[in-house]
């Protein structure tokens, strides 16, 4: 999901009474983070320095042997980091609600490739970054679990967008690490128009000139801003477009304005990230998928519909089932409006429970 300017964009429907959203106390998140040296990554090479950020909601609660029996990891979407989901789908954090942090222990790491864990800009390697790929985020978030946090098994993982298909790749990648698995606006795969609106994202910073094959000195901004345009017309429904964009120069300032949303962004971030995702494909470690799986994902959702993308997650793991509500904020509505799905979550969660 995009950043600071789409929330905006959002904030002034709500505030416009278009829709409404779920209350949630307010939350703060004290960021930590672990090192890993010389971090191997799928394709064969290494971090140096791997930077895992993360933070933390909720008491641990353990065993009669000691073991933390309430973990869920909560991964965030393309824009995130820890703190998304507390900005963006309070729905899911609200007390009385599915991740409600006095029964659970959350844990919200940042994704490599992201400012606050290891990326190109953080990491002072730019350009000369590794590839990495959806599997290496999560040998990153297991290593933060396990021999960090010293989780032995998850009661969870949930996430939204490319949290989702982080969430998919944890049950394929660690099918013994969790008992329970809701993956929300994602799919098994990397294709078809994703990969169109992200590689056309990527293409046009690519292609501009200031971005000098990921060597700037500054950033490519104009280009960033014009790929962020693009991509913002498939991340709400129509009825929101509808109710903002009257004119055809009401919808040029608005996307203009969704491109702002890349200011604080770094170009090679965006790419490296694009790449990452293009090459995600879990289908072939469904099968051994053990945790129990909800998908969830909202109907108007055109990133994610639930004919090609939703249904086909709970066709292709054993005993898992979809759930499919209606945002008019398609497939933002999928973080703001998890609240309109919290009665099915918590009835999965509450079967699919170890206690």
Same mark, same amino acid.
């Given at each position: 999901?995009?950043?600071?300017? #789409?929330?905006?964009?959002? =904030?002034?429907?709500?505030?416009?009474?278009?829709? =409404?959203? =779920?209350?949630?106390?307010?939350?703060?998140?004290?960021?930590?983070?672990?090192?890993?040296?010389?971090? !191997?990554? @799928?394709?064969?090479?290494?971090?140096?320095?791997?930077?895992?950020?993360?933070?933390?909601?909720? %008491?641990?609660?353990?065993?009669?042997?000691?073991?933390?029996?309430?973990?869920?990891?909560?991964?965030?979407?393309?824009?995130?980091? +820890?703190?998304? %989901?507390?900005?963006?789908?309070? !729905?899911?954090?609200?007390?009385? $609600?599915?991740?409600?942090?006095?029964?659970?222990?959350?844990?919200?790491?940042?994704?490599? !490739?992201?400012?606050?864990?290891?990326?190109?800009?953080?990491?002072?390697?730019?350009?000369?970054?590794?590839?990495?790929?959806? @599997?290496?985020?999560?040998?990153?978030?297991?290593?933060?679990?396990?021999?960090?946090?010293?989780? &032995?098994?998850?009661?969870?993982?949930?996430?939204?967008?490319?949290?989702?298909?982080?969430?998919?790749?944890?049950?394929?990648?660690?099918?013994?690490?969790?008992? #329970?698995?809701?993956?929300?606006?994602?799919?098994?795969? @990397?294709?078809?128009?994703?990969?169109?609106?992200?590689?056309? $994202? *990527?293409?046009?910073?690519?292609?501009?000139?200031?971005?000098?094959?990921?060597?700037? %000195?500054?950033?490519?901004?104009? *280009?960033?801003?014009?790929?962020?345009?693009?991509?913002?017309?498939?991340?709400?429904?129509?009825?929101?477009?509808?109710?903002? +964009?009257?004119?055809?120069?009401?919808?040029?300032?608005?996307?203009?304005? @969704?491109?702002?949303? *890349?200011?604080?962004? /770094?170009?090679?971030?965006?790419?490296?990230?694009?790449?990452?995702?293009?090459?995600? /494909?879990?289908?072939?470690?469904?099968?051994?998928?053990?945790?129990?799986?909800?998908?969830?994902?909202?109907?108007?959702?055109?990133?994610?519909?639930? &004919?090609?993308?939703?249904?086909?997650?709970?066709?292709?793991?054993?005993?898992?089932?979809?759930?499919?509500?209606?945002?008019?904020?398609?497939?933002?509505?999928?973080?703001?409006?998890?609240?309109?799905?919290?009665? &099915?979550?918590?009835?999965?969660?509450?079967?699919?429970?170890?206690?």
């Amino acid at each position: 999901m995009l950043m600071t300017q #789409w929330f905006r964009s959002v =904030a002034a429907v709500l505030s416009a009474g278009f829709i =409404a959203t =779920a209350s949630a106390q307010d939350i703060k998140l004290e960021p930590s983070t672990f090192e890993i040296p010389d971090f !191997g990554l @799928a394709s064969g090479q290494t971090l140096p320095r791997m930077v895992v950020e993360y933070a933390t909601l909720g %008491t641990p609660e353990r065993d009669a042997e000691g073991r933390i029996v309430n973990a869920v990891v909560n991964p965030h979407g393309w824009s995130g980091n +820890y703190a998304q %989901t507390i900005g963006l789908a309070k !729905g899911l954090l609200a007390p009385g $609600m599915p991740l409600d942090p006095a029964r659970w222990y959350v844990i919200f790491p940042t994704a490599l !490739g992201s400012p606050g864990s290891s990326a190109p800009s953080t990491s002072g390697l730019g350009p000369d970054f590794p590839k990495y790929t959806l @599997a290496d985020m999560i040998t990153a978030q297991y290593r933060l679990v396990t021999e960090h946090l010293g989780i &032995e098994k998850l009661a969870g993982v949930v996430g939204i967008s490319m949290g989702g298909y982080q969430t998919l790749q944890w049950i394929t990648q660690y099918p013994d690490m969790m008992s #329970w698995a809701i993956p929300i606006a994602a799919s098994v795969k @990397a294709d078809g128009r994703n990969l169109g609106i992200f590689g056309v $994202m *990527s293409d046009t910073i690519r292609q501009d000139p200031a971005y000098q094959d990921g060597r700037y %000195t500054e950033q490519p901004k104009a *280009s960033m801003r014009r790929a962020f345009m693009g991509t913002y017309l498939w991340y709400f429904g129509d009825a929101f477009y509808d109710a903002r +964009y009257k004119t055809e120069a009401d919808a040029l300032k608005g996307l203009a304005d @969704a491109g702002l949303g *890349s200011d604080k962004m /770094d170009a090679n971030d965006i790419v490296w990230r694009n790449d990452a995702m293009a090459t995600y /494909d879990v289908r072939p470690g469904l099968a051994g998928v053990k945790a129990k799986v909800l998908a969830v994902g909202a109907a108007e959702d055109e990133l994610f519909p639930a &004919e090609l993308a939703i249904k086909p997650i709970a066709d292709g793991i054993a005993g898992a089932r979809h759930v499919i509500f209606s945002s008019p904020l398609g497939h933002v509505g999928t973080a703001v409006h998890i609240d309109r799905a919290a009665d &099915e979550i918590k009835a999965f969660m509450a079967e699919a429970a170890p206690r």
